[in-house]
């Protein structure tokens, strides 16, 4: 019945039959027809317009097998009939000319009965030299045809081999690669955790010097710090110092020999008189030298 049910589409049957009581009446025969041939009652069950029009359908496409294997086994039969009859005339004419089976040795009778298995292994309608050889003729190019897939499956087959050679030493490998990954682990996290701690002491120390080097910017704008005083113009300027204080030491010298002198008040006024001068003009050049080197530098 299931061979049947995919045989015919029901929705077909159901949009254009309807529910109709003849279709009923078939559906039931046909139902009972079927369970009483498998020895069942009927089951029981609501007869809507899908149902019958899908047991319908059931039910024509199975009387039309039934009808067709019908045909067939009738046909079967006649023909099983006329070899039958054919092999009665046969088997008379052979005893009428003295060649029944009955009068041939043993040796005779299992040679035909071989010679008959032959030809039914080899399919072969009639016992002519000529159809023996086409079908082994068949038989030998089909046996090359299935030596040569054979071959075929064969070269197939060891390539897979090969493959699959290949594929378990790659996976041992990936094995042993992942055993020696999952040994060095701890070593890897060890070393990571020493990384993480040594990146935050250096984030520390980051912040720590920026906020160093914003302090010390602060400072040097406080001071009045500007690029031009490089440490150059520093050095140069230490060097005029030297030289300054190289030429003022006599004159202090002088100044504190004079100390020593008895006191005169007008000899001293003159003598701190032109002291003040000479410091003057001693100011006066370091001040120039000063301001010229400061203009040299920008």
Not at 170 to 188: G, H, M, N
Request: glycine content about 4%; some cysteine.
């Amino acid at each position: 019945m299931s061979d049947l049910s995919s045989a015919v589409d029901p929705s077909i049957s159901e949009g254009t039959s309807g529910f109709d009581t003849s279709r009923i009446a078939e559906v039931k025969g046909w139902l009972v027809s079927q369970f009483e041939a498998a020895g069942k009652d009927v089951p029981g069950f609501e007869f809507t317009p899908r149902s019958v029009a899908h047991l319908h359908a059931l039910a024509t496409a199975s009387q039309a097998k039934t009808q067709a294997a019908g045909i067939v086994a009738a046909d079967l039969r006649q023909k099983a009939t006329e070899y039958r009859s054919q092999a009665a005339r046969i088997r008379e004419i052979l005893e009428n000319v003295g060649l029944a089976q009955e009068s041939f040795p043993q040796s005779a009778v299992s040679s035909v009965q071989v010679l008959a298995n032959v030809a039914n292994l080899l399919n072969v309608r009639d016992t002519e030299m000529s159809s023996y050889l086409v079908a082994m003729g068949d038989i030998s190019l089909r046996k090359t045809g299935v030596e040569e897939k054979r071959a075929k499956v064969q070269k197939e087959s060891r390539l897979l081999l090969d493959y699959t050679r290949k594929a378990i030493a790659r996976l041992t490998y990936l094995k042993r690669i992942l055993a020696q990954l999952e040994d060095d682990v701890p070593s890897c996290e060890a070393q990571m955790h020493h990384w993480k701690t040594n990146l935050e002491i250096m984030l520390s120390k980051e912040r720590q010097y920026l906020q160093q080097y914003s302090n010390y910017k602060a400072i040097l704008n406080r001071v009045g710090y500007t690029a031009d005083i490089s440490h150059g113009v520093l050095v140069e300027m230490d060097e005029h110092r030297r030289d300054l204080e190289k030429k003022t030491k006599p004159i202090l010298d002088t100044l504190r020999s004079y100390q020593d002198l008895p006191p005169d008040k007008a000899l001293a006024a003159l003598a701190i008189e032109d002291k003040r001068r000479q410091y003057a003009a001693a100011e006066k050049y370091l001040e120039d030298v000063l301001q010229s080197a400061l203009a040299t530098t920008e």
